[in-house]
Nanobody, 122 residues
């Protein structure tokens, strides 16, 4: 059974950095497309970054140039490197996976992790 477990969240100061990890199991990781979503209090869940099985990437405009998504297929792990963090980045961050490419037009992936809290505050 597919399982996704996020880690690496925490409290950071504005301008700081954080790296999130998503450990996958119960699936052939290399054939799954991966994405990172986030959801703040009272906000809708939004797609932050995606990475396809060919390692091509896409980013939300709000994080482009600050965040980097990458994957290590040998470790069955996807990552989100977050730099120049700002208070607006505060949210629960979720890892997601699907056998079809992560959609930027509203369709949600089939598999989700439990989420990890990221708080950006002084």
């Amino acid at each position: 059974q597919v399982q996704l477990v996020e880690s690496g969240g925490g409290l950071v100061q504005p301008g700081g950095s954080l790296r999130l990890s998503c450990a996958a199991s119960g699936m052939i990781f290399s054939v799954y497309h991966m994405g990172w979503y986030r959801q703040g209090p009272g906000r809708q869940r939004e797609l932050v970054a995606s990475i396809n099985v060919d390692h091509s990437t896409n980013y939300a405009h709000s994080v482009k140039g600050r965040f980097t998504i990458f994957r290590d297929d040998a470790k069955n792990t996807a990552y989100l490197q977050m730099n120049l963090l700002q208070p607006q980045d505060t949210a629960v961050y979720y890892c997601a996976a699907d056998r079809t490419p992560i959609s930027w037009s509203g369709r949600m992936p089939n598999y989700w992790g439990q989420g990890t809290q990221v708080t950006v505050s002084s």
